[in-house]
Structure formats: structure tokens, C-alpha cells
């Protein structure tokens, strides 16, 4: 076991040591504490495809910073799953995890700060949005399958945005594809370079260790024999120590030689500003369920990930070490305790000190707010928060105020960009299945898009007019339908439409009523009453942007 009592960053605490130091209540931040907790903050998502291996890498990220002691056997670990990282009734019941949930932990002095994005056949906005809040990215692929499809989705996203990506190969205890192979398939896939920063180690077929590039040791691992459910134990010897040699299997021993070789000369080489800028991803090998790679990868992860850096806004880039708390909503939840009627704004912290029962600017209102009963989650615990600062996400009760993208603090000019809308890509008329629940329903379905479960268009902009609901997934349907019946007991009944492709339309109004009568295209309304076209087909709405120059199409809300 190789962890030292040190910590990794500089002005980190020692591991599970609390944080020395104080600041001024509810005041601006002491500014040598604000530049060390910000310097020992990581605030990263997971993008993986389903079946990756997310779930079980969560849980050992879990166990090594000590937030769990023994990570679940097969079984015990479905139930662990829905203990630690689901809130719904439906996940449970699906074994799914539809919601995004932000955990929190500790490891060598670092706080991390793991914001859990859903990973089942369908996801959502709050995938996308869940992106934004993070500083890094952990790509998690399969070795035997590389690059998925949902990988890749998310991974674009990351690239528009520039997210510094850390690739995980995961499964390596059983038989994969060729490391190498794998990296050229990542590179011409996502046209990003790769930078291989463990290898790993084979002995036959099996899978005995990972050389750590960075520090040229080799990690060695010792089988536990309880499939993973502690750390694993593993000797470290460095590349050119000659005991290494009589330490291996000469096989082994010469497969790595001639593999260390072939990097050192035909790889990229390391390049940290082209990792911060995203176009470097640094590459590492492991195996979640064994947990064989998964300590050397943490512990480079924390060298190498940015801590939170400076925000854009309307008044230029927002620095974390800014003394007076800024921040923006990038989620809101409701409903996620059924014996209170509540609705939780997921803040992330931008800047300075987050103090609790702090009053702040809201922005968008531009009224004063005083921010209570601030949460942080350790998924289903919520544990009430004195202090957040840059990079942490807490969780605000709210009574209906706060909205997606809404800024915090500031002087009322400051505004954060960045929270993407995106166009749903499947629609369905909604129609509560009681018609004596109207009420319940409508109730039910502006809060839920206003949390940003979907989104909601009309078809007249007269009241009691016919919903339609717009979904970036198939499964947000199902969470509605779900979610209207649970908690607002208003059954719903949702009838798919073939009608799609929504284009938000702008121009002279003769032009807009001309265009929106054309065939195979359906005029519905926003929320907000803006006139947004769906087409009956890609080919329709094809000939609509070539022909149509009177008026223009945009693919979100303008
Ligand atoms: P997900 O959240 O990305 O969907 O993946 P999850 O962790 O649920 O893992 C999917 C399957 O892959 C699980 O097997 C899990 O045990 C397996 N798996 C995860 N990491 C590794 C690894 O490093 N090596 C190997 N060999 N398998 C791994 P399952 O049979 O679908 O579920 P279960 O019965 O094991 O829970």
C-alpha cells in the first residue's frame, strides 16, 4: 500500500483532517484560505456509455476516500447503489439512476466533488447541464468496446466546452482489445491525441499491474480474493530499479520492456496546457471490480485535474479567489423528499465563500435572497452546510424563485453564461388520464419543466390550451408520467407525436403565419408564447431551411 499520510496539493489538509482555519462570519472569505480551498477542490463528472462500469468505479472512488468502507459484493452492491446514489422510487424500481446526485469526498487532502451523471439507456438536459457545473471530465470506456455511442455525445460536449477529459480503460482483468489499438481508436474517433499516462502490465493474459508513466514505478497488485471490496494491495517498484526484473514473470517483464520502448519513442508526449485545453486526454488502464489501477489513477487524476478556474459572465471571467460568493443554478429537483413537498436549486459555487443563511443578489429578480437551509448531499444524507467555496455544489431550498441558469451574488450586472438549453428530439401530447385532476396536472407539469424535466409547448397560446411535452430522451416520459402520478396524483397519459425537429421561428408576422402554414409542419408555442415549427420529417424541415429565407430558424429558444 503505497498512500502516504501527505497530502497531494499544496495547502491541502492531511487526509480526513478537517480544514484549519476560519473566516470572517458571513463576511468576504480570508484570502489565503479562499486560494487553499480552491487549490484543493476537484469538481468532475463521469461520462461513460451504460455498462461501462461508472457505477462500480463510483463506489471505489467512494471507498478509497474512505466515504464507505467496504464496497459491495455483487448483490450487496445493487442495494448499496440504491442506498447511495438514487432518490426516486422509479430508479429502484427500474435499477436505474435517473437523477444526478452530487457526492462528496475526501482523498489525500483534496475535496472532490463528484457530480453523478445519469448513466441509464436514456438521459436528458440535466446530463448536459450536470457537464457545465464540472471542472474535468473522466472518460470511462470498456475494453473491449472503446468509444460508444454515448460516450461520444457526452464527450462532445465536453469538447465545445474545452473540459480537460481523463480517459479511464476499465475491465482490464478480463480480456480486452490491444491498449494500443484502443488508443488509436479514441484518437481517430474523437479526434483527440492520447497520452498513454499508466500502461498496463500482463503476465500471460492476466492483468498484474500498471506502469505509472508520470512517476516510471510499476505497481504490482496482490489479489485480495474479495473481488474488490477493499483496496488493493499492490508493491511498487520504480522502471529501472533492477530488482524489477526478478520481481515479474520474465514474460511479463519483457512485454512491458519492449511496450515502455514503443511509447517513450512513437507516443505523444505529455503536454499539461494541452490537457487543461482538452485536446490532450491523459490515458490510464484499470479495473473497477478488482480495483487493480483504480489508486494510481486517482492519485494522478488529483495532480493533473484543474481545481476551479475562472467562469465566463456578461462582465468578463469570474475568478474563483473573487472574495464575495458568486454562483449559478445548474439543476433544481423537487419533490425529492415525498413527505415534503420541496424543491432543492443546485448552486455551483464560483466564487468566494459560501456562508450559510448568507443573503445575496439574486440576479434575474434582482432582489436580495437570503439562502437557507443550505444542503450538500452525500447522495440520499443531506447534511446541512456552514461553508461551501469554489467548486462545491449546494443544494438550496426553494420555494419556486430560482431557475435554471439564475446567477447568485454579484452587483446585479454579473451574469454567468454557459447553461445550455438544448432541443428536445421527441414530443407527445399530454393529457391527464382523470380530466377532474386538470388542476393537479397543470400544477404538476409547469413546476416539473420548470425544474427542467422537459419542456413544455402549447399548441394555442389561449389557457387550458393542449400541452405538448418536448423530451431530449424517450425516459423523460416515463419520469414525467412517473413523477405527475407520485407526487401531484394526477395520472397522465402521454401520446408520442411523429411530428419532431423543432425550429424556434422569427421574422415579419405575415412571413411567420405564411411559413408556419406550409405543409408537413405543426405550429406550437413555447412556454414563454415564442412560435416554434415541428417537422413532420428531416426532409421537411430540410426544404423549410433552404427555401424559407423570410424568417429565421433557431434551434433553441433565441
Ligand atoms: P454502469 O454504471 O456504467 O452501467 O456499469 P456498472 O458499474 O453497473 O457495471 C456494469 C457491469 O460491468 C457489471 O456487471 C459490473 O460488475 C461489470 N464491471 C464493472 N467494472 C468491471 C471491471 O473492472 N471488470 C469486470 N470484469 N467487470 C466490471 P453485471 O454483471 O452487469 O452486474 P453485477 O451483477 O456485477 O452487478
Known sequence: MTAPAEPLVPGGAPEGGAPEGGAPAGGAADPARLVREVARRRTFAIISHPDAGKTTLTEKLLLYGGAIHLAGSVKARRATRHATSDWMKLEQERGISVTSSVLQFEYLGCQLNLLD????????????????????????????????????????????????????VNKCDRHGEDPLKLLQDVEADLGIDCYAATWPVFDADVFVGVYDRLTREVHLFERSGDRGATRAGDTVVAIDDPALAGAMAPGAFDRLMADVELLDAAG??????????????????????????????????????????????????????????????????????????????????????????????????????????PQQF?????????????????????????????????????????????????????????????????LGLRQLTEEGAAQVFYTDTAAGSQPIVGAVGQLQFDVMAFRLEHEYAAPCRFEKMTHRWPRWVTGPKAEVERVCAGTGRLRVYDHKGAVVLLFQDSWALRRALQHETAVTFHETAP
Request: hydrophobic share 40%; glycine share 8%.
Open 117 to 168: 451523471t445519469p448513466g441509464h439507456e436514456d438521459f436528458s438536459e440535466d446530463t448536459y447541464r450536470t457537464l457545465v457545473a464540472a471542472d474535468s471530465a473522466i472518460m470511462l470506456l470498456d475494453n473491449r468496446k472503446g468509444v460508444e455511442e454515448r460516450t461520444r455525445q457526452l464527450f462532445d460536449v465536453c469538447k465545445r466546452r474545452r473540459t480537460p477529459i481523463f480517459t479511464l
Open 268 to 373: 505523444h508526449a505529455y503536454e499539461h496546457a494541452r490537457v487543461i485545453d482538452g485536446t490532450l486526454t491523459p490515458v490510464f488502464f484499470g479495473s473497477a471490480l478488482t480495483n487493480f489501477g483504480i489508486e494510481p489513477f486517482l492519485r494522478e487524476f488529483l495532480q493533473l485535474a484543474p481545481p476551479p478556474g475562472p467562469r465566463e459572465a456578461s462582465t468578463g471571467p469570474v475568478a474563483p479567489t473573487r472574495p464575495d460568493f458568486t454562483g449559478f443554478v445548474f439543476k433544481i429537483q423537487a419533490n425529492m423528499d415525498p413527505k415534503h413537498r420541496d424543491r432543492v436549486a443546485f448552486v455551483r459555487v464560483v466564487s468566494g465563500r459560501f456562508a450559510g443563511g448568507l443573503t445575496v443578489l439574486h440576479q434575474r429578480t434582482g432582489k436580495p435572497m437570503r439562502l437557507a437551509a
Open 378 to 442: 452525500m447522495a440520499r444524507d443531506r447534511v446541512a452546510v456552514e461553508e461551501a467555496w469554489p467548486g462545491d455544489v449546494v443544494g438550496i431550498m426553494d420555494r419556486g424563485t430560482l431557475r435554471i441558469g439564475d446567477t447568485l451574488g454579484g452587483d446585479g450586472t454579473l451574469e454567468f453564461q454557459g447553461i445550455p438549453r438544448f432541443a428536445p428530439e421527441h414530443f407527445a401530447r399530454a393529457m391527464p388520464a382523470d380530466p377532474m385532476k386538470r388542476k393537479q396536472f397543470d
